[in-house]
């Protein structure tokens, strides 16, 4: 899993600024920076699930550039470090989060298609943004 990890890290510098974390407080301090919603991706070294929806992702240039471009990403092994948030210990699981740690909508579980993350992701990114705009 950490070679997946890493290897996405690598297509993310490649691809797109380097906006994907493996570490919740540096992700979660670029998310206040940029005022960038955060896409959490909980995953475990031990699962097949995981390293294929990894594999899939970093295969993927244009998923890539989306999720690294618009989200402060943050990928967390749940098999070597505690989850940032409650959840269900159900992996892969993916999460948008505000910078307050809050959920924005139930979060997405197991190796899906990416067209389904794509439209998660995104409708998640617009429920940020209209809730960021109505506080003005």
Not at 23 to 43: C, E, M, R
Request: aromatic fraction near 14%; charge should be positive; include cysteine.
């Amino acid at each position: 899993m950490k070679k997946i990890i890493i290897s996405l890290l690598f297509f993310s510098f490649i691809w797109a600024k380097p906006h994907l974390f493996t570490n919740f407080q540096q992700g979660l301090d670029y998310s206040i920076k940029t005022n960038k919603p955060i896409a959490l991706f909980l995953v475990s070294s031990t699962c097949p699930h995981c390293r294929d929806l990894i594999n899939k992702i970093a295969n993927n240039r244009q998923f890539a550039l989306y999720v690294g471009n618009n989200f402060s990403w943050i990928v967390i092994d749940v098999a070597t470090q505690p989850a940032p948030v409650p959840f269900d210990r159900s992996v892969p699981t993916i999460m948008v989060l505000n910078q307050n740690k809050e959920p924005l909508s139930q979060p997405v579980k197991g190796d899906i298609p990416l067209n389904m993350l794509y439209k998660y992701l995104k409708e998640n990114y617009k429920l940020y943004y209209n809730a960021v705009n109505s506080q003005f």
